[in-house]
Antibody, heavy 122, light 107 residues
Framework: QITLKESGPTLVKPTQTLTLTCTFS??????????VGWIRQPPGKALEWLAL???????RYSPSLKSRLSISKDTSKNQVVLTVTNMDPVDTATYYC??????????????WGQGTMVTVSS | DIQMTQSPSSLSASVGDRVTITCQAS??????LNWYQQKPGKVPKLLIY???NLETGVPSRFSGSGSGTDFTFTIGSLQPEDVATYYC?????????FGQGTKLEIK
């Protein structure tokens, strides 16, 4: 069964760059129709989509955060990395990675990681 | 940017009630609309994809409809385990967008 797990720092200082890693199993990001996305959720607030990378290395970013985001994949390690520059306290949130299926049958985040809480504070 | 307006933001209903949540897109998104359930303290779960298709394993009391800009999510007969926040999510070739969520409680 597909699983994903996020890892990275739990605390970052304002202006620092956040680097999060999503390590997944039971699918390959070389397979057509596969993708991995990042979504975050501030405490008590709604889900916010951040970025998505497809099997063919096509990348999509939230327009409002595009200048601060970078997503990449390492297919040999089954990992996807998200970097967020210039972190601010408003970026405090649980960050999820999720498996994205785009196979002509579904286009959706069908499997989610457990999430990792990141706090931005000096 | 495509904006998603979800309503209501919160809802209280009785067990057995029919519950409806709506989601409106700021422009035509065809049927590229998914619905997720997030129970308190848990990870979001995909319920409905492509506006009206039930994800495998999801109870049939959940359903979705709509196309273009107006979409509806329905729970046919509310159960205690349906207490959760529900989100719509659109996707196009450029971006994904989640609605603001609807928090559903039992009366």
């Amino acid at each position: 069964q597909i699983t994903l797990k996020e890892s990275g720092p739990t605390l970052v200082k304002p202006t620092q760059t956040l680097t999060l890693t999503c390590t997944f199993s039971d699918f390959s990001l070389t397979t057509s129709g596969m993708g991995v996305g990042w979504i975050r959720q501030p405490p008590g607030k709604a889900l916010e989509w951040l970025a998505l990378i497809y099997w063919d290395d096509d990348k999509r970013y939230s327009p409002s955060l595009k200048s601060r985001l970078s997503i990449s994949k390492d297919t040999s390690k089954n990992q996807v990395v998200l970097t967020v520059t210039n972190m601010d306290p408003v970026d405090t949130a649980t960050y999820y990675c999720a498996h994205y299926v785009s196979d002509g049958y579904r286009d959706a985040f069908d499997i989610w990681g457990q999430g990792t809480m990141v706090t931005v504070s000096s | 940017d495509i904006q998603m307006t979800q309503s209501p933001s919160s809802l209280s209903a009785s067990v057995g009630d029919r519950v409806t949540i709506t989601c409106q897109a700021s422009q035509d998104i065809s049927n590229y609309l998914n619905w997720y359930q997030q129970k308190p303290g848990k990870v979001p779960k995909l319920l409905i994809y492509d506006a009206s298709n039930l994800e495998t394993g999801v109870p049939s009391r959940f359903s979705g409809s709509g196309s273009g800009t107006d979409f509806t999510f329905t729970i046919g007969s509310l159960q205690p385990e349906d207490v959760a926040t529900y989100y719509c999510q659109q996707y196009d070739n450029v971006q994904c967008t989640f609605g603001q969520g609807t928090k559903l409680e039992i009366k």
